[in-house]
């Protein structure tokens, strides 16, 4: 195949991803211009997922009862591409599936080499391409090529990704804001609204100065209920005086002892400011909530532009970041800022979150 | 005769403020309820003269329970400003609408007399 039909195919590619279509079509289509590419019998494109699954994305080509697109890839054998791309993080070929032990299924669909090339994406191995061949044994400059045109495949299926992702974190954003919103109309309303309007009624029927020093006393908790209701929108200490003592004002609101350590020169960007804030926030709640920790260490620090926050809990561990919305969240806050959230948090080690957001 | 009404009401605080306030008005405030099952239940058996309900009563629509009170006069409340249920309002059995802090014996005896 000369180099004009490949910018052919890959200008295909590229149209398709600048188009936003679902990442599902760019991923059959990857695997289709693949499949031809190397005129093989069979094209296939994986993803490895962050629990350690794969899923079967995209196939061309030959198949049997153990292809199913879009679903979980399973029973592949330990010496086969998946689990040797995998574990290796390199390019993996079979030259024989007959005398690959478990690889007898494949034999069945009718393959009898392949070669498995890694998808690299944000530092991550991402997923693989594989291309088998039912002639034989793939030629030997099979890997050269596959790693020439596969690479700017690569780009394709992870910007795909990345678009999809982007489009979901913006809707998550939108309805946590709107979410937001009407909590606080709920809270507003519910409470100091409810309690106003019993109280106004209640004055018009007092009679003595006992009663009027009950209605002023409800008044006081009335007026805590709103400070604390304005605090939770947003803590005024943080937009006058910054992130220190906004954090500290935090710690010292905690049930459980908070140690706070920021280094810090001068404010930082107001967004940024928010974000960390409601990240340490979060991280305190969810550590009194379902840590059962006894001390949080919360750290910030700002190297050559990017600021690094750690917060550490000695609790329980085992959160698990995909699941509760809390943490969802604070991933597309951060993302949102271009920055980056990790979560550590193997059950009995406690849970560490590290956050690093360009300034 | 006093008339005797029934507050219909998802907030304790409301309730209690506005049951001293219309009974020292004049008016008798027969029962109280905080959501729909309990102010069917007391309007069947003590048959008051209107019903005072919030058009908001938590989870449930305030609308769908004076439907369901009828034929009992009801005088929907809120906090809200009236003007935004306006067509929920005219569109409902309602007798009335009465701003919460606008509540009076007069008020309710008003919207009473003119049904």
């Known amino acids: 195949m000369d180099d004009a039909e490949t910018l052919v195919q890959l200008r295909r590619l590229a149209l398709l991803v600048a188009q936003g279509v679902p990442p599902e079509e760019v991923f059959a289509a990857v695997c289709k211009e693949i499949w031809r590419h190397f005129g093989g019998s069979t094209a296939r494109l994986f993803r490895y997922e962050l629990d350690g699954t794969v899923t079967l994305l995209a196939n061309e080509g030959t198949t049997g009862p153990h292809v199913r697109v879009g679903e979980r890839w399973e029973g592949y054998p330990p010496a086969g591409l998946t689990a040797s791309v995998q574990r290796t993080g390199k390019i993996g070929r079979i030259n024989d599936f007959r005398e690959l032990p478990g690889g007898q299924k494949y034999a069945d669909e009718g393959l009898i080499s392949a070669v498995g090339m890694p998808i690299h994406a944000n530092g991550r191995l991402w997923g693989m391409i594989a291309v088998g061949s039912s002639e034989g044994r793939l030629p030997d400059d099979t890997e050269a090529r596959m790693a020439a045109f596969t690479e700017l495949c690569a780009i394709a299926v992870a910007n795909a990704q990345s678009r999809a992702e982007l489009v979901s974190s913006r809707a998550r954003l939108v309805a946590a804001a709107d979410e937001a919103r009407r909590q606080i109309e709920r809270d507003l309303h519910d409470g100091a609204q409810q309690r106003l309007v019993a109280l106004a009624l209640r004055l018009r029927s007092v009679t003595d100065a006992d009663g009027a020093a009950e209605v002023a006393a409800d008044l006081m908790t009335v007026i805590d209920e709103l400070r604390e209701l304005s605090r939770g929108i947003h803590p005024a200490v943080l937009s006058d005086s910054g992130l220190r003592p906004a954090l500290r004002a935090l710690a010292r609101r905690s049930p459980l002892p908070v140690e706070i350590d920021v280094r810090l020169d001068a404010r930082l960007p107001s967004a940024v400011e928010i974000g960390v804030y409601y990240v340490v926030s979060e991280v305190l709640t969810n550590a009194v909530k379902h840590a059962n920790a006894t001390v949080v260490l919360v750290e910030v620090s700002v190297g050559e532009d990017v600021l690094e926050l750690c917060v550490r809990d000695d609790g329980v561990g085992g959160a698990d970041p995909s699941r509760g919305s809390g943490l969802v969240g604070l991933t597309d806050r951060i993302a949102a800022l271009g920055g980056t959230i990790e979560v550590a948090s193997p059950p009995g080690g406690g849970t560490t979150i590290t956050c690093r957001v360009p300034v | ?115």
């Open chain 2, 1 to 115: 005769m006093t008339l005797r009404c029934l507050l219909v009401d998802d907030n304790q605080h409301f309730l209690l403020a506005a049951r001293d306030l219309l009974e020292r008005e004049g008016l008798t405030v027969a029962a109280t309820a905080e959501d729909s099952a309990g102010a069917l239940g007391r309007a069947a058996e003590l048959h008051p003269d209107v019903a005072l309900v919030d058009i908001n009563l938590g989870g449930e629509s305030g609308f769908d329970l004076a439907a369901r009170l009828a034929p009992i006069p009801v005088i929907m409340i809120s906090t809200h400003s009236g003007e935004d249920y306006a067509d929920l309002i005219a569109a409902s059995p309602a007798i009335g609408f009465l701003s919460k802090i606008e509540l009076s014996a007069i008020a309710v005896r008003d919207l009473v007399a003119a049904r």
